[in-house]
Nanobody, 125 residues
Framework: QVQLVESGGGLVQAGGSLRLSCATS????????MGWFRQAPGKEREFVSA????????LYGDSVKGRFTISRDNAKNTVYLQMNSLKPEDTAVYYC??????????????????WGQGTQVTVSS
């Protein structure tokens, strides 16, 4: 089992940037595909991005393509989400997720077994 702890959220003005981090426990980080999801009040959880075990494969939701970049550092057991050109509609709680299966590339939340507690991102206009 793996534990996930997100950090880096906060309040930023539109057009600004934030970098989220997700630190994981355990010595098998490299065996987990990692993902980021977000959920705004009154809305369903939305896929943001995911990255495969080695970092060579990535996937992005349409609403963040070209603005967000996912990366991972297997030596630090950490996955990152660099968010640029932020918009008010990016406001949400952002969750880190992990799974060992190859279903991560579907971008579906149900295919990620482990979840963090989330970090709030608020973008003001």
């Amino acid at each position: 089992q793996v534990q996930l702890v997100e950090s880096g959220g906060g309040l930023v003005q539109a057009g600004g940037s934030l970098r989220l981090s997700c630190a994981t426990s355990g010595r098998t980080f490299g065996s987990y595909a990692m993902g980021w999801f977000r959920q705004a009040p009154g809305k369903e959880r939305e896929f943001v991005s995911a990255i495969g075990w080695s970092g060579g494969s990535t996937l992005y939701g349409d609403s963040v393509k070209g603005r967000f970049t996912i990366s991972r550092d297997n030596a630090k057991n950490t996955v990152y989400l660099q968010m640029n050109s932020l918009k008010p509609e990016d406001t949400a709680v952002y969750y880190c997720a992990a799974d060992t299966s190859n279903r991560w590339a579907t971008g579906r939340a149900k295919n990620f077994r482990y979840w963090g507690q989330g970090t709030q991102v608020t973008v003001s206009s």
